[in-house]
């Protein structure tokens, strides 16, 4: 059977990106984009 590929998330780099989204102004899909991670992440 398949099993998903996801990638572990620490706590400080998904504070990190939270803080960056909030204080760049960019769309929620922009800073994925830049992050390289999914929007629904």
Do not use: C, H, P, R
Request: net charge positive; glycine share 10%.
């Amino acid at each position: 059977m398949g099993t998903k590929n996801q990638k572990q998330f620490s706590k400080e780099f998904k504070q990190d990106a939270v803080n960056y989204y909030y204080s760049s102004g960019k769309t929620g899909e922009e800073v994925a984009k830049e992050l390289k991670i999914g929007k629904s992440t």
